[in-house]
Nanobody, 123 residues
Framework: QVQLVESGGGLVQAGDSLRLSCAAS????????MGWFRQAPGKEREFVAA???????NYADSVKGRFTMSRDNAKNTVYLQMNSLKPEDTAVYFC?????????????????WGQGTQVTVSS
């Protein structure tokens, strides 16, 4: 059974940085695309970033230039480096695993989801 465990969330001030991690318990992690999504209170879950099996990342316009997604296949882990955080980045952040080698922001491309980690950015 695939498990995804996020960590690294917390309370920070606007302009600060955080790095989220997502560890996957899966064989041949390198064969899977991965994604980060977030859900703010009262809002629908939205796409943040995705990374392909060849480590090519793509981003939502709202985070482009501030967030960087990467992967370490030796550790079965993906990361989301978040810089210049804004109060509107406050949300629960979820990682997800996709059988698609180069996933996009479509949530139906993802097969497994983590439980989420809270990120709160104060102004």
């Amino acid at each position: 059974q695939v498990q995804l465990v996020e960590s690294g969330g917390g309370l920070v001030q606007a302009g600060d940085s955080l790095r989220l991690s997502c560890a996957a318990s899966v064989r041949t992690f390198s064969n899977y695309g991965m994604g980060w999504f977030r859900q703010a209170p009262g809002k629908e879950r939205e796409f943040v970033a995705a990374i392909s099996t060849s480590a090519t990342a793509n981003y939502a316009d709202s985070v482009k230039g501030r967030f960087t997604m990467s992967r370490d296949n030796a550790k079965n882990t993906v990361y989301l480096q978040m810089n210049s955080l804004k109060p509107e980045d406050t949300a629960v952040y979820f990682c997800a695993l996709s059988m698609v080698t180069r996933p996009t922001g479509r949530q139906n491309e993802y097969n497994y989801w983590g439980q989420g980690t809270q990120v709160t950015v104060s102004s």
